[in-house]
């Protein structure tokens, strides 16, 4: 049972190019989230998907910033228009929907330059 | 207030010693509670579920009070290889009927020879 994918797991564009951010979850798992994590800080939670919905995406910035998580394929999480403050790691993760199996797991994570 | 809050750190302890790491949460109806650990550069992973009647896992040992909206994790004989940062992890529900996990920001271990 393969973990969580991400891809790529490093990143650079410059400035004004798009990102585009892949997370397979775990077999079994309909539950993807992405978090952010800037250097030496915690992670920060961005966006929550069911597969074909957006559940939360109250850690969403307004602009430049979308998530989709479609019935076939990985969730995306997709960047416009990347400034220099969005280096950052991106990790995804996933977890079955079953009270008691709440728990998450990562996946490794896409860092991402922006130069 | 933020929603988890964890003591910054660093700690740095000798081989050996035994280091706890606190946790506060602010919502009183977060419903389940983990520990999980980060090292250099990797993605954070489990390291033990946190259960309101204390939980054991070698030389881990996690705490709940729910009453206080603390949790604790104690680390016994702390070796090298304990060196990482220590994410303290509230699980919440929200009114869709979906969890959310919030992070602390976490608190890093330096053990030293």
């Known amino acids: 049972n393969a973990g969580v994918m991400q891809n790529p797991r490093h990143l650079v564009r410059r400035r004004g190019q798009e990102a585009r951010l892949r997370c397979s979850p775990m077999k079994g798992h309909s539950h993807v989230y992405w978090y952010r994590q800037l250097p030496e800080e915690g992670l920060k939670f961005m966006v929550y998907l069911q597969k074909e919905n957006i559940i939360d995406e109250s850690g969403m910035p307004k602009e430049r910033f979308s998530a989709e998580f479609p019935k076939e394929g990985p969730s995306i999480l997709r960047i416009q228009q990347v400034v220099r403050g969005d280096s950052a790691a991106y990790f995804c993760?996933?977890?079955?929907?079953?009270?008691?199996?709440?728990?998450?797991?990562f996946g490794q994570g896409t860092r991402l330059t922006v130069v | 207030r933020k929603e988890v809050e964890q003591d910054p750190g660093p700690f740095n302890v000798p081989e050996g010693a035994t280091v706890a790491f606190n946790c506060t949460y602010s919502?009183?109806?977060?419903?389940?509670f983990f520990w999980y650990r980060q090292d250099c550069r990797k993605e954070p992973k489990l390291l033990m579920s946190v259960y309101s009647s204390g939980n054991e896992d070698g030389r881990f040992t996690a705490q709940l009070n729910r009453a206080s909206q603390y949790i604790s994790l104690l680390i016994r004989d702390s070796k090298l290889s304990d060196s990482a940062t220590y994410l303290c992890?509230?699980?919440?529900?929200?009114?869709?009927?979906?969890?959310?996990?919030?992070f602390g920001a976490g608190t890093r271990l330096a053990v030293h020879p």
């Open positions: 992890v509230v699980n919440n529900m929200f009114s869709g009927g979906y969890n959310k996990l919030i």
């Open positions: 993760a996933s977890s079955p929907y079953r009270t008691g199996e709440n728990e998450a797991f």
């Open positions: 919502n009183s109806a977060s419903q389940s």
